[in-house]
């Protein structure tokens, strides 16, 4: 599902490992799909490939390029020897024979998947998108349109509706871009490629294994050009794991036109995730100055009376309530809004690990339900640093003697951590922000 998936924009900000189904480290970059103007149909279209879902993208682990091969009779030697191994983890012959007549090698894939942009988008820009006055329109129209289906879902999985519906928003547009390659082909190409081999290998298996249960066909089981499927862009394992058949008709059915299976499923993952009833993701707060940014750390929680013991307050100035443990999220510093975040952010970034991704969700799903748009301005003259630029800025952390312990341009928790040092030691603002102004400074 979101679960974790590739694309082509990038988000500049903090980055957590797990998406993908927990594949291999890499950088996440949330895309954007394109917002349908109207009231979402039943029609299924292609979407164009930049600049569209909101699902994390995994840039590729070297800049250096890799040859494509567009032979063919070798990518069928591949799947003569990959069927040897999908026997032996229980694929029927039967099931493979289906699943592979006529899949060919797919170049376009491939070309797909080196083409990951090097610019990036800031969470700012993310977000005029992600929760766009059309893209809310829409989400309100969605929810009136499925409201008995979503209240018998939130009653079941105790996740509110609004919610899954934003989930449903960013990764297809309420449907109406759900992919329309052959998943089978398009991981076989990717397993066959081998620069995430294993990884997509492990998918593969798992979408044969979905074929084999029943639950779709060959035909039908289309998605992404990386293999996410249906509504909520499940990927074969997270599938394997969290969907359910909330029609009752025996299929987990997440393709359908019919998004009964793919919303439940969804709501299910983030139950499993650990959602809690009445809690909300995050709510966007105040903070008093002179306040202590280092106090803005995942690592470090505290209850919303001891946070405003320190001067923090709701936005609207009413006093926090009490949504139990909070961590003080700064994603564009001290210049742009802040956040308490709550138990159930971690619930939405199991589900895709980007930070903009949870906050764009979170918002999104707010503004649905009638709140109004974030109140703190962003610091819009700032751009996003490109990936080379944030090794860049790794690179010279370090040798400065901020040690960032990994140059790989994933601006993670120990580059945060090393950012913050360094900004104390030039009379910054110590708030972690990995900013084209601190890459300057350490020029």
Known sequence: MLSKMFKTIVFMGVMTTASWANAPAQSLRPILRPEPQVEPTNTVHRAAIVVQSVRPVLRPETPKAIPVSADNSKFQAWIRGFKTRAAKQGISRGTLDRAFRGVRYNPDIIKRDRNQSEFTKTLWEYLDSAASDTRVKNGKAALRKHRKLLEQIERKYGVDKEVVVA?????????????????????????????RGRFFEQQLIAALKILQNGDTTPRNMTGSWAGAMGHTQFIPTSYLSFAVDFTGDGKRDIWSDNPA???ASTAAYLKRSGWKSGVPW???VTLPRGFNYGLASRKIKKTPKEWASLGVRGVNGAPLRNYGPASLLLPAGHRGAAFLIFKNFNAIERY???????????HLSDRIKGAGPIKARWPREDRGLTFSERKELQRRLTAAGFDTVKVDGKIGPLTIEAVRRYQRSIGMEPDGYASLVVLKKLR
């Open 167 to 195: 989930v449903w928003g960013l990764e297809s547009a309420y449907g109406t871009f759900r992919g329309s390659e052959p998943v089978i082909e398009a991981l076989a190409t990717l397993a066959y490629d081998g620069r």
């Open 261 to 263: 299976d793919a919303l």
């Open 282 to 284: 995050g709510v966007e």
């Open 352 to 362: 895709n690990a980007a930070d903009a991704y949870v906050i764009g969700v979170g």
